[in-house]
């Protein structure tokens, strides 16, 4: 790794084919295409595939981890990911809607950004205040991270020891915290 390159985990998740293309191959391709703007893969989860969020918004998703390593700040790489979302399509019309592509940076190293009060205020939001409210802002980590099985299963396989900086506990800890029901609801496509 050159000592300039920082490490994230990113998120992605597809759930609506863009023409003949599958939710499972957008995925595939939006991994390409990071490459193509030198971010380097380090790690790359198995794909799972989960029921939508919140339950009944739409088909099943895709949904994969992967840690990488880019000279980017986490700004720049946000910056990054949504361009990929729109060569694929990707529509924001209305929080938690179905997506061609679901790119979300979820976590750099330890860093909490844009500062633990921020963190805390978007982590203590009720259900209702998530769905209304959206950030202006890069809140790292996710503040949802603990709460969504179709982002900590994939996690699972390639940081089970990640520590959350706010919560400080591991993703195995994250994981075995979550209610049984969620966790058999998700299954391994590949």
Do not use: C
């Not at 633990?116 to 996710?142: C, M, R, T």
């Amino acid at each position: 790794m050159n000592q300039n390159d920082h490490q994230f985990l990113i998120a992605l998740g597809s759930n609506i084919s863009l023409g003949r293309v599958q939710p499972l191959e957008i995925i595939k391709r939006a991994i390409a295409e990071l490459r193509e703007i030198h971010i380097n893969l380090v790690s790359l989860s198995r794909f799972y595939e989960t029921p939508a969020y919140p339950e009944g918004s739409g088909p099943n998703f895709i949904n994969s981890v992967i840690k990488v390593e880019a000279n980017y700040s986490p700004h720049r790489l946000l910056q990054e990911l949504h361009k990929i979302e729109e060569k694929f399509k990707r529509q924001r019309n209305s929080r938690w809607a179905a997506r061609t592509l679901d790119l979300d940076l979820i976590a750099m190293k330890g860093q909490v950004l844009p500062s633990n009060e921020v963190f805390q205020y978007w982590l203590d939001l009720s259900l209702g205040e998530q769905k209304a409210k959206i950030p202006s802002e890069l809140i790292l980590p996710h503040p949802r991270i603990q709460d969504r099985v179709f982002v900590l299963s994939p996690l699972l396989d390639i940081e089970p020891n990640w520590i959350h900086p706010i919560l400080n506990k591991t993703v195995v800890q994250l994981y075995e915290e979550l209610p049984g029901q969620t966790k058999k609801d998700i299954q391994i496509v590949q």
